[in-house]
């Protein structure tokens, strides 16, 4: 069984090759550092399955090029899977599947940790110390304790952000067309205008689909409530970042954390530190004080990885055994 992996950073290696050897199963392991995309398809010669992350194309190009070249099975490394074109990978026959959770609460605590650090300033008070500079001067934060949390999702992450944000004293309330009901014990679930209007931190936790692109855009901006902050941990595309970038300008909006970007896939994951940054939108947002952004580390723990890399290999051994597998992703009827 060859399986041939996209986007391969060395911890991916790190993570694969412990999990298999503690799987026992015999697996050839090809890692590619290239992202999937039409042009790389063809490193995936000889697989019998591909494994991709969050920034790899499974558009209708590069799946006719996997499946022209003999790749029967898709394994995502990642919960999301909005890069994937459903009816291209059944009209292909293809199996896919992906890891539906691997440690909600590290995503859930990498918010928590942007939350922390803008609130109380603490990415500038760190550069300011270093430099002798013990001023508190602009560094004035705000208590969490008492302040209002609204989380836009109440899958298994945004629960486990209700969960922690509860702890510490915040009153959550929560709006998703479906909710959990695990939700109602954590907080009240609202309609997404009364979150806008009442949270002091709005937090994103759903997915990006047609439906919440740029859900929050100019309009959404405009009914939250000034001076609040706004967290998106989930996928760019859910926020309009010119939309934001005014909103910050305006002074309406608070603070901005995000850790994911639409344009993600041209700079995340690769140091480009000695390169010119041609993504004006992206530079503009690192300019402001109140801005922190990281690169899609949300789910980047050790605990995480190693989940990751088990529930990848189960998917393999669940198709290569053509056993049932929970976590395959549903396609439509082949056309
Ligand atoms: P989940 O599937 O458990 O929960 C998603 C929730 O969003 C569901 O309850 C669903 O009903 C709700 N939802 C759907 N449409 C909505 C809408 N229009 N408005 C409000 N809520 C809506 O997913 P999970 O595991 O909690 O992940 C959430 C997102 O986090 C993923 O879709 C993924 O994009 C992102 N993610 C980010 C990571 C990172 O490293 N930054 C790592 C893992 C996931």
């Known amino acids: 069984m060859k399986l041939a992996m996209f986007s391969a950073q060395p911890y991916d290696r790190r993570s694969f090759s412990e999990a298999l050897a503690a799987s026992g199963m015999q697996v050839d392991l090809v890692c590619h550092e290239a992202r999937l995309v039409p042009e790389t398809a063809v490193l995936a010669d000889g697989a019998d399955a591909v494994c991709v992350f969050v920034n790899d194309r499974l558009d209708a190009p590069t799946l006719d090029v996997l499946a022209a070249q003999g790749v029967r099975a898709v394994l995502l490394r990642c919960a999301g899977y909005n890069q994937l074109d459903a009816a291209a990978a059944a009209k292909h026959g293809l199996f896919v599947a992906r890891v539906p959770a691997y440690s909600p609460e590290a995503v859930a605590e990498h918010a928590l940790a942007m939350i922390l650090t803008l609130n109380r300033h603490t990415h500038r008070a760190y550069a300011r110390v270093r430099e002798g500079n013990f001023s508190l001067e602009g560094l004035l934060g705000s208590t969490l304790h008492g302040k209002t949390a609204g989380i836009v999702g109440t899958g298994k992450i945004g629960l486990a952000t209700a969960r922690i944000l509860r702890g510490f004293g915040c009153r959550v309330i929560a709006y998703d067309p479906m909710p959990s009901a695990a939700f109602a014990a954590l907080g009240e679930a609202v309609a997404l205008p009364k979150l806008l209007a009442e949270s002091d931190?709005?937090?994103?936790?759903?997915?990006?689909?047609?439906?919440?692109?740029?859900?929050?855009?100019?309009?959404?901006?405009?009914?939250?409530?000034?001076?609040?902050?706004?967290?998106?941990?989930?996928?760019?595309?859910?926020?309009?970042?010119?939309?934001?970038?005014?909103?910050?300008?305006?002074?309406?909006?608070?603070?901005?954390?995000?850790?994911?970007?639409?344009?993600?896939?041209?700079?995340?994951?690769?140091?480009?530190?000695?390169?010119?940054?041609?993504?004006?939108?992206?530079?503009?947002?690192?300019?402001?004080?109140?801005?922190?952004?990281?690169?899609?580390?949300?789910?980047?723990?050790?605990?995480?990885?190693?989940?990751?890399?088990?529930?990848?290999?189960?998917?393999?051994?669940?198709?290569?055994?053509?056993?049932?597998?929970?976590?395959?992703?549903?396609?439509p009827p082949a056309r």
Not at 216 to 241: E, F, I, W, Y
Not at 250 to 258: D, T, V
Not at 286 to 295: E, Q, R
């Open 201 to 331: 931190i709005v937090s994103l936790h759903c997915p990006l689909t047609d439906a919440t692109w740029h859900m929050l855009d100019a309009q959404a901006l405009a009914q939250m409530k000034p001076g609040a902050m706004l967290v998106n941990t989930s996928r760019g595309g859910l926020v309009d970042t010119p939309a934001v970038i005014a909103a910050l300008k305006s002074r309406h909006l608070g603070a901005l954390a995000i850790d994911v970007y639409e344009q993600e896939s041209e700079f995340f994951f690769h140091d480009h530190s000695s390169e010119i940054i041609e993504d004006d939108v992206l530079q503009r947002l690192m300019t402001f004080p109140n801005v922190l952004v990281t690169g899609h580390q949300g789910f980047f723990t050790q605990e995480a990885l190693r989940e990751i890399a088990d529930t990848t290999l189960f998917n393999l051994e669940c198709w290569r055994s053509a056993a049932s597998c929970p976590n395959a992703i549903e396609l």
